[in-house]
Protein backbone atom coordinates (compact mmCIF):
# COMPACT_ATOMS: atom_id res chain seq x y z
CA UNK A 1 0.00 0.00 0.00
CA UNK A 2 3.04 2.37 0.50
CA UNK A 3 4.23 1.52 -2.73
CA UNK A 4 0.78 3.00 -4.54
CA UNK A 5 0.61 6.01 -1.74
CA UNK A 6 4.38 6.85 -2.76
CA UNK A 7 3.80 6.33 -6.69
CA UNK A 8 0.44 8.59 -6.35
CA UNK A 9 2.91 11.76 -4.99
CA UNK A 10 5.49 11.20 -7.20
CA UNK A 11 2.83 11.55 -10.37
CA UNK A 12 0.42 14.39 -8.52
CA UNK A 13 1.97 17.34 -10.73
CA UNK A 14 0.98 15.65 -13.98
CA UNK A 15 -2.30 14.47 -12.40
CA UNK A 16 -2.61 18.94 -11.90
CA UNK A 17 -1.39 19.16 -15.45
CA UNK A 18 -4.11 16.58 -16.22
CA UNK A 19 -7.36 18.24 -14.56
CA UNK A 20 -5.99 21.80 -16.23
CA UNK A 21 -5.98 20.35 -19.47
CA UNK A 22 -9.44 19.17 -19.15
CA UNK A 23 -10.49 22.13 -18.18
CA UNK A 24 -8.88 24.37 -20.73
CA UNK A 25 -10.20 21.74 -23.54
CA UNK A 26 -13.81 22.06 -22.63
CA UNK A 27 -13.79 26.31 -22.27
CA UNK A 28 -11.63 26.35 -25.34
CA UNK A 29 -12.75 29.34 -27.40
CA UNK A 30 -15.34 29.93 -25.05
CA UNK A 31 -15.85 33.47 -24.55
CA UNK A 32 -17.36 33.03 -20.88
CA UNK A 33 -14.85 30.35 -20.21
CA UNK A 34 -15.55 28.52 -16.90
CA UNK A 35 -18.66 30.85 -15.96
CA UNK A 36 -20.19 28.75 -17.56
CA UNK A 37 -19.96 26.04 -14.36
CA UNK A 38 -22.32 28.72 -12.98
CA UNK A 39 -24.30 29.65 -15.54
CA UNK A 40 -25.08 26.20 -16.93
CA UNK A 41 -26.92 24.92 -13.87
CA UNK A 42 -28.55 28.34 -13.60
CA UNK A 43 -30.16 28.35 -17.35
CA UNK A 44 -31.15 24.77 -16.68
CA UNK A 45 -33.16 25.09 -13.26
CA UNK A 46 -35.10 28.41 -15.30
CA UNK A 47 -36.02 26.66 -17.96
CA UNK A 48 -36.78 23.09 -16.20
CA UNK A 49 -39.04 25.59 -12.96
CA UNK A 50 -41.02 26.80 -15.88
CA UNK A 51 -41.50 23.91 -17.56
CA UNK A 52 -42.44 22.17 -14.45
CA UNK A 53 -43.37 24.45 -11.67
CA UNK A 54 -47.29 23.79 -12.97
CA UNK A 55 -46.74 20.40 -12.51
CA UNK A 56 -45.05 19.81 -9.12
CA UNK A 57 -46.35 23.72 -7.32
CA UNK A 58 -48.11 22.37 -4.89
CA UNK A 59 -46.03 19.31 -3.71
CA UNK A 60 -42.57 20.94 -3.67
CA UNK A 61 -41.89 24.41 -1.83
CA UNK A 62 -38.76 26.69 -3.87
CA UNK A 63 -39.30 24.31 -6.49
CA UNK A 64 -36.30 25.72 -8.61
CA UNK A 65 -33.99 25.20 -5.57
CA UNK A 66 -35.24 21.36 -5.33
CA UNK A 67 -34.21 20.98 -9.23
CA UNK A 68 -30.98 23.15 -8.71
CA UNK A 69 -29.92 20.46 -5.97
CA UNK A 70 -31.06 17.60 -7.63
CA UNK A 71 -29.09 18.92 -11.10
CA UNK A 72 -25.97 19.28 -9.09
CA UNK A 73 -25.91 15.74 -7.94
CA UNK A 74 -27.09 14.36 -11.26
CA UNK A 75 -25.04 16.45 -13.34
CA UNK A 76 -21.68 15.84 -11.48
CA UNK A 77 -22.14 12.06 -11.70
CA UNK A 78 -23.13 12.16 -15.78
CA UNK A 79 -20.07 14.88 -16.60
CA UNK A 80 -17.87 12.19 -14.28
CA UNK A 81 -18.18 9.46 -15.19
CA UNK A 82 -19.10 10.60 -19.33
CA UNK A 83 -15.35 12.05 -19.24
CA UNK A 84 -14.03 8.88 -17.45
CA UNK A 85 -15.57 6.40 -19.94
CA UNK A 86 -12.98 7.69 -22.55
CA UNK A 87 -10.29 8.61 -20.43
CA UNK A 88 -7.52 5.84 -21.40
CA UNK A 89 -9.28 5.86 -25.09
CA UNK A 90 -8.66 9.71 -24.94
CA UNK A 91 -4.65 9.64 -23.40
CA UNK A 92 -3.40 6.91 -25.79
CA UNK A 93 -0.55 8.57 -27.79
CA UNK A 94 0.64 9.48 -23.90
CA UNK A 95 0.34 6.06 -22.38
CA UNK A 96 1.74 4.31 -25.58
CA UNK A 97 5.16 6.75 -25.16
CA UNK A 98 5.88 6.89 -21.21
CA UNK A 99 4.63 5.21 -18.18
CA UNK A 100 2.21 6.57 -16.04
CA UNK A 101 -0.30 4.98 -13.58
CA UNK A 102 -2.83 4.51 -15.72
CA UNK A 103 -5.96 5.50 -13.10
CA UNK A 104 -4.62 8.77 -12.53
CA UNK A 105 -6.60 10.11 -16.31
CA UNK A 106 -9.60 8.43 -14.52
CA UNK A 107 -9.05 10.64 -11.55
CA UNK A 108 -7.74 14.03 -13.57
CA UNK A 109 -11.25 13.16 -15.38
CA UNK A 110 -13.35 12.82 -12.11
CA UNK A 111 -11.25 15.98 -10.20
CA UNK A 112 -11.82 18.09 -12.92
CA UNK A 113 -15.91 17.20 -12.36
CA UNK A 114 -15.47 18.60 -9.36
CA UNK A 115 -14.18 21.69 -9.72
CA UNK A 116 -17.54 22.07 -11.85
CA UNK A 117 -19.48 20.83 -8.99
CA UNK A 118 -17.99 23.32 -6.50
CA UNK A 119 -19.04 26.13 -8.70
CA UNK A 120 -22.44 24.24 -9.29
CA UNK A 121 -22.45 24.65 -5.12
CA UNK A 122 -22.03 28.24 -5.17
CA UNK A 123 -24.39 29.03 -7.64
CA UNK A 124 -27.22 26.87 -5.70
CA UNK A 125 -25.93 29.01 -2.09
CA UNK A 126 -26.33 32.07 -4.62
CA UNK A 127 -30.31 30.97 -5.48
CA UNK A 128 -30.63 30.11 -1.88
CA UNK A 129 -29.84 33.61 -0.84
CA UNK A 130 -31.91 35.10 -3.42
CA UNK A 131 -34.58 32.92 -2.62
CA UNK A 132 -34.08 34.28 1.17
CA UNK A 133 -34.30 30.22 1.66
CA UNK A 134 -32.72 29.44 5.46
CA UNK A 135 -29.72 28.40 5.57
CA UNK A 136 -29.28 25.96 8.43
CA UNK A 137 -26.01 24.56 10.02
CA UNK A 138 -27.21 21.06 8.56
CA UNK A 139 -25.76 22.72 4.98
CA UNK A 140 -21.83 21.96 6.75
CA UNK A 141 -22.87 17.76 6.48
CA UNK A 142 -23.39 17.95 2.80
CA UNK A 143 -19.83 16.74 2.57
CA UNK A 144 -21.13 13.18 3.61
CA UNK A 145 -23.22 13.22 0.16
CA UNK A 146 -20.89 14.97 -1.65
CA UNK A 147 -18.31 13.08 -0.86
CA UNK A 148 -20.48 9.63 -1.44
CA UNK A 149 -21.15 11.03 -4.82
CA UNK A 150 -17.55 11.79 -6.05
CA UNK A 151 -16.27 7.97 -4.55
CA UNK A 152 -19.46 6.64 -6.38
CA UNK A 153 -18.70 8.30 -9.63
CA UNK A 154 -15.10 7.13 -9.32
CA UNK A 155 -15.77 3.85 -9.15
CA UNK A 156 -18.21 3.66 -11.80
CA UNK A 157 -15.62 5.89 -14.04
CA UNK A 158 -13.32 3.18 -13.43
CA UNK A 159 -15.40 0.28 -14.48
CA UNK A 160 -16.18 2.13 -17.66
CA UNK A 161 -12.68 3.51 -18.89
CA UNK A 162 -11.58 -0.23 -18.35
CA UNK A 163 -14.81 -1.69 -20.56
CA UNK A 164 -14.62 0.78 -22.73
CA UNK A 165 -11.19 0.01 -24.25
CA UNK A 166 -12.41 -3.37 -25.38
CA UNK A 167 -15.99 -2.78 -25.73
CA UNK A 168 -16.19 0.82 -27.97
CA UNK A 169 -20.58 0.40 -28.19
CA UNK A 170 -20.28 1.49 -24.28
CA UNK A 171 -19.56 5.20 -25.17
CA UNK A 172 -23.24 5.17 -27.33
CA UNK A 173 -25.31 3.27 -25.00
CA UNK A 174 -23.91 4.95 -21.94
CA UNK A 175 -25.66 8.52 -23.12
CA UNK A 176 -29.44 6.11 -23.75
CA UNK A 177 -28.34 4.89 -19.48
CA UNK A 178 -27.80 8.08 -18.56
CA UNK A 179 -31.22 9.33 -19.60
CA UNK A 180 -33.16 6.46 -18.31
CA UNK A 181 -31.52 7.04 -15.37
CA UNK A 182 -32.66 10.94 -14.96
CA UNK A 183 -35.80 9.78 -14.85
CA UNK A 184 -35.38 7.23 -12.42
CA UNK A 185 -33.71 10.09 -9.80
CA UNK A 186 -36.03 12.35 -8.15
CA UNK A 187 -34.48 15.25 -9.70
CA UNK A 188 -37.27 17.38 -11.32
CA UNK A 189 -40.30 15.07 -9.54
CA UNK A 190 -41.26 14.87 -5.83
CA UNK A 191 -41.01 10.81 -4.58
CA UNK A 192 -44.83 11.52 -3.50
CA UNK A 193 -45.94 11.19 -6.59
CA UNK A 194 -44.95 8.22 -7.85
CA UNK A 195 -47.39 4.84 -7.64
CA UNK A 196 -45.85 2.12 -5.14
CA UNK A 197 -44.11 -0.29 -7.74
CA UNK A 198 -42.33 2.93 -9.31
CA UNK A 199 -41.59 4.01 -6.09
CA UNK A 200 -39.42 1.07 -4.88
CA UNK A 201 -37.20 1.04 -8.70
CA UNK A 202 -36.30 4.36 -7.89
CA UNK A 203 -35.30 3.47 -4.20
CA UNK A 204 -32.78 0.96 -5.71
CA UNK A 205 -31.14 3.66 -7.64
CA UNK A 206 -28.24 4.54 -5.42
CA UNK A 207 -28.18 8.46 -6.56
CA UNK A 208 -31.96 8.63 -5.47
CA UNK A 209 -30.27 8.16 -1.88
CA UNK A 210 -27.45 10.72 -2.21
CA UNK A 211 -29.95 13.49 -4.04
CA UNK A 212 -32.38 13.02 -1.13
CA UNK A 213 -29.72 13.32 2.00
CA UNK A 214 -28.03 16.20 0.13
CA UNK A 215 -31.42 17.88 -0.26
CA UNK A 216 -32.51 17.23 3.54
CA UNK A 217 -29.06 19.11 4.95
CA UNK A 218 -28.79 21.85 2.38
CA UNK A 219 -32.72 22.73 2.86
CA UNK A 220 -34.75 20.99 5.07
CA UNK A 221 -32.59 20.74 8.26
CA UNK A 222 -32.10 17.05 8.76
CA UNK A 223 -29.67 15.56 9.79
CA UNK A 224 -28.64 11.97 7.62
CA UNK A 225 -30.03 8.88 8.99
CA UNK A 226 -27.52 6.49 10.28
CA UNK A 227 -29.62 3.75 7.33
CA UNK A 228 -29.18 6.56 5.19
CA UNK A 229 -25.56 6.82 5.34
CA UNK A 230 -24.79 2.77 6.05
CA UNK A 231 -26.54 2.71 2.76
CA UNK A 232 -24.31 5.27 0.96
CA UNK A 233 -21.32 3.90 2.17
CA UNK A 234 -22.50 0.03 1.67
CA UNK A 235 -23.10 1.44 -2.27
CA UNK A 236 -19.84 3.77 -2.79
CA UNK A 237 -17.61 0.60 -0.90
CA UNK A 238 -19.34 -1.93 -3.69
CA UNK A 239 -18.97 0.20 -6.66
CA UNK A 240 -15.65 1.30 -5.65
CA UNK A 241 -14.15 -2.42 -4.68
CA UNK A 242 -15.29 -3.22 -8.59
CA UNK A 243 -14.48 -0.52 -10.60
CA UNK A 244 -10.70 -0.67 -9.21
CA UNK A 245 -10.77 -4.70 -9.47
CA UNK A 246 -11.56 -4.09 -13.16
CA UNK A 247 -9.74 -1.58 -13.63
CA UNK A 248 -6.46 -3.80 -12.49
CA UNK A 249 -7.36 -6.83 -13.95
CA UNK A 250 -7.19 -5.03 -17.51
CA UNK A 251 -4.98 -1.91 -17.25
CA UNK A 252 -2.05 -3.97 -18.47
CA UNK A 253 -3.88 -5.00 -21.70
CA UNK A 254 -4.86 -1.17 -22.28
CA UNK A 255 -2.33 -0.50 -24.72
CA UNK A 256 -2.87 -3.40 -26.91
CA UNK A 257 -6.63 -2.30 -27.40
CA UNK A 258 -5.75 1.78 -27.41
Known amino acids: ?14 LAELVARDI ?3 YRRSVLGVLWTLLNPLFMMIILS ?34 SMTSIIGSAALIKKVYVPKYLFVIARVFSSFINLMA ?13 AELHWTVVLSVIPLAMIILFSLGVGML ?20 GLLYLTPVIYPMSILPEAV ?16 RNVMFYNTLPTF ?3 VLGMAEVAVVL ?10 QDEFILNI
Open 241 to 250: VLGTYVFYKN
Open 50 to 83: VVFSSIFKYDIENFPLYILSGQLIFNFFNDATTS
Open 160 to 179: LAALTVKFRDIMHLYSVFTT
Open 120 to 132: SLVALILVMVAMR
Open 227 to 229: SSI
Open 199 to 214: RIVVNINPLTNMVQMF
Open 24 to 26: KIK
Open 1 to 14: MSSYIQNFKKFQPL
